[in-house]
């Protein structure tokens, strides 16, 4: 077990690198004006750092009676300062947003996240700080991950608290009603600052499980129903330059670290994390299976490079049989800008590849089979009854027939026993966000719920909430709430019944 000490100086190891100089390379901050494309408009983000709140929102449909609560989203916000943007759509501010839903009738609240930075910027009307994607040259000191913490990437509500999550650093506590930030998340002094990912995962139980990683090491969390810290342990072995979610099964932690090495000299030179960043596709990916009974390494095998961001879930049959799905990404697409130019307004060459990918893993014949399914998807999610356990349905964004060049225009429930999918495709111009599943009150069946989810409206320029019968995908929502503005596209979020 690495010291105190140690494990600080490593969680600083990363940003304290960035501060080289960004003028001598090509990803610094971008002056040319945001494009035209109307489907690109809510990734312009909110140009003055304001929040905002509507209330009595426009409702097309039936609600159902019995939804009722608030559905928490996070997401970039913010992207451009002084005229000059971010390069990259994973390096704005953190906008979490609010959807009161059925409860007290139906609002929205969008407040930025006061992180150290924000605050910082938002005074000084610049960009200070160097972000993921963007090689912006530090006009503050920067001492720890956390001075550039941006909380952009999802929330988590445990033992009653609200968080905004970035994997790069700590949790940031906010007050669930007003989404007032209340500062940086310590779950053991011993821990200050290390970084806790956007994807943690919460068992039937409540108990939930995260992991951090930083410099080529990786630290596991579990934490009790209550929002209290049970165990942690420190794992000292190469992971790649940037690991974004996992997956549990009823004894085990998976991840798959994909071959993306940080170019240390790169960095010193002054690119980005993401300029950085080198793929190793000869290396391919190591599957690592993590024990949960004590946190020790299991198994490590191999399997073809594939980049991995999401994935949905997870199960084992007793016997170290191992069943998951995930995502896979296209890394050209990732590494050589063209996901950038959607972040400047500009329609981009091509789109990059990304669907599900269905893998078992045989622990006792050290064998992998990998199943690979046509569809294109992001941003999977289960039914929470079913999380670590055995299932059968995955539900996604989806991308199908005549969609516009960008985007996903479709949700879709996959059916892992049938290999079928059932889905709705939107008539009109959207982009679809991430679609979590809400259990009914009462239900005990997987899939029997709803699936609640955002999107924006291209030709009204407008951002709404859906709600369909999981069960009934293809009849089309059974109501949609609207908003008087659009917000900017986002990434995660979490519902909290009434
Ligand atoms: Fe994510």
């Given at each position: 077990?690495?010291?105190?000490?140690?494990?600080?100086?490593?969680?600083?190891a990363?940003?304290?690198?960035?501060l080289a100089?960004?003028?001598?390379?090509?990803?610094?901050?971008?002056r040319t004006?945001?494009?035209?494309?109307?489907?690109?408009?809510?990734?312009?983000?909110?140009?003055?750092?304001?929040?905002?709140?509507?209330?009595g929102?426009?409702?097309?449909g039936?609600?159902?009676?019995?939804?009722?609560?608030?559905?928490?989203?996070?997401?970039?916000?913010?992207?451009?300062?002084?005229?000059?943007?971010?390069?990259h759509?994973?390096?704005?501010?953190?906008?979490?947003?609010a959807?009161?839903l059925?409860a007290?009738?139906?609002?929205?609240?969008?407040?930025?996240?006061?992180?150290?930075k924000f605050?910082?910027e938002?005074?000084?009307?610049?960009?200070?700080?160097?972000?993921?994607?963007?090689?912006?040259?530090?006009k503050?000191?920067?001492?720890?991950?956390?001075?550039?913490?941006?909380?952009?990437?999802?929330?988590?509500?445990?033992?009653?608290?609200?968080?905004?999550?970035?994997?790069?650093?700590?949790?940031?506590?906010?007050?669930?009603?007003?989404?007032?930030?209340?500062?940086?998340q310590?779950?053991?002094?011993?821990?200050?600052?290390?970084?806790f990912?956007a994807?943690?995962k919460?068992e039937?139980?409540?108990r939930?499980?995260?992991?951090?990683?930083f410099?080529?090491?990786?630290?596991?969390y579990?934490?009790?129903?209550?929002?209290?810290?049970?165990?942690?342990?420190l794992?000292?072995?190469?992971?790649?330059?940037m690991?974004?979610d996992?997956?549990?099964?009823?004894?085990?932690?998976?991840?798959?670290?994909?071959?993306l090495?940080?170019?240390?000299?790169?960095?010193?030179?002054?690119?980005?994390?993401?300029g950085?960043?080198?793929?190793?596709?000869?290396q391919g990916?190591?599957?690592?299976?993590?024990?949960?009974a004590?946190?020790?390494?299991?198994?490590?095998?191999?399997?073809p490079?594939?980049?991995?961001?999401?994935?949905?879930?997870?199960?084992?049959?007793?016997?170290?049989?191992i069943?998951?799905?995930?995502?896979h990404?296209d890394?050209?697409?990732?590494?050589?800008?063209?996901?950038?130019?959607?972040?400047q307004?500009?329609?981009p060459s091509s789109?990059?590849?990304?669907?599900?990918?269905?893998?078992?893993?045989?622990?006792?014949?050290?064998?992998?089979d990998?199943?690979?399914?046509e569809?294109?998807?992001?941003?999977?999610?289960?039914?929470?009854?079913?999380?670590?356990?055995?299932?059968?349905?995955?539900?996604?964004?989806?991308?199908h027939?005549?969609?516009?060049?960008?985007?996903?225009?479709?949700?879709?429930r996959?059916?892992l026993?049938r290999?079928?999918?059932e889905?709705?495709?939107?008539?009109?111009?959207?982009?679809?966000?991430?679609?979590?599943?809400?259990?009914?009150?009462g239900?005990?069946r997987?899939?029997q719920?709803?699936?609640?989810?955002?999107?924006?409206?291209?030709?009204?320029?407008?951002?709404?909430?859906?709600v369909?019968?999981a069960?009934?995908?293809?009849?089309?929502?059974?109501?949609?709430?609207?908003?008087?503005?659009?917000?900017?596209?986002?990434?995660h979020?979490?519902?909290?019944?009434?």
């Open positions: 077990m690495l010291t105190r000490r140690s494990l600080l100086q490593a969680a600083a990363l940003p304290v690198a960035a100089p960004a003028w001598a390379t090509g990803d610094g901050l971008v004006p945001f494009g035209s494309a109307p489907e690109l408009q809510p990734l312009r983000g909110w140009l003055d750092g304001q929040d905002r709140l509507a209330e929102l426009r409702l097309q039936r609600w159902p009676a019995e939804l009722r609560g608030t559905l928490y989203r996070n997401g970039p916000g913010l992207m451009e300062r002084a005229g000059q943007r971010y390069r759509w994973f390096d704005g501010d953190g906008l979490v947003q959807w009161q059925g007290q009738g139906f609002s929205h609240q969008a407040r930025f996240v006061r992180t150290p605050v910082a938002q005074e000084a009307g610049e960009f200070l700080l160097p972000a993921f994607g963007t090689a912006v040259p530090a503050r000191p920067l001492r720890r991950s956390d001075d550039v913490n941006t909380a952009n990437t999802s929330v988590m509500l445990q033992g009653g608290r609200l968080y905004a999550l970035w994997e790069g650093g700590s949790a940031t506590e906010l007050d669930p009603q007003s989404l007032h930030t209340k500062g940086l310590t779950w053991a002094p011993e821990l200050q600052g290390m970084p990912s994807h943690p919460r039937p139980d409540g939930l499980w995260n992991f951090g990683s410099g080529g090491k990786l630290v596991i579990e934490i009790d129903a209550a929002g209290g810290l049970k165990r942690w342990k794992l000292d072995m190469a992971v790649p330059a690991l974004h996992f997956v549990i099964t009823e004894r085990f932690l998976v991840f798959l670290l994909p071959p090495r940080l170019d240390l000299a790169a960095v010193k030179a002054g690119r980005s994390m993401v950085a960043m080198r793929w190793q596709a000869e990916n190591r599957v690592l299976v993590i024990d949960k004590d946190l020790s390494v299991r198994a490590q095998l191999q399997m490079a594939e980049l991995v961001f999401h994935f949905g879930n997870a199960w084992d049959d007793g016997q170290g049989v069943r998951l799905d995930y995502v990404g890394i050209d697409e990732f590494l050589d800008g063209r996901f950038n130019s959607v972040v307004g500009q329609r789109v990059g590849e990304s669907g599900p990918r269905l893998l078992r893993i045989d622990l006792p014949r050290q064998r992998l990998l199943v690979k399914r569809e294109t998807t992001e941003f999977p999610q289960v039914d929470p009854r079913v999380v670590a356990r055995r299932y059968r349905y995955v539900y996604a964004p989806a991308r027939g005549r969609a516009p060049g960008w985007g996903f225009n479709a949700v879709q996959l059916d026993e290999g079928a999918v889905r709705f495709v939107f008539p009109s111009e959207v982009v679809i966000e991430e679609q979590l599943l809400v259990p009914k009150p239900s005990r997987e899939g719920g709803w699936l609640l989810g955002t999107g924006f409206d291209v030709a009204r320029q407008r951002s709404f909430c859906t369909f019968d069960e009934a995908l293809s009849a089309g929502p059974l109501a949609t709430v609207w908003l008087p503005y659009w917000v900017p596209l986002g990434f979020g979490a519902f909290v019944p009434a």
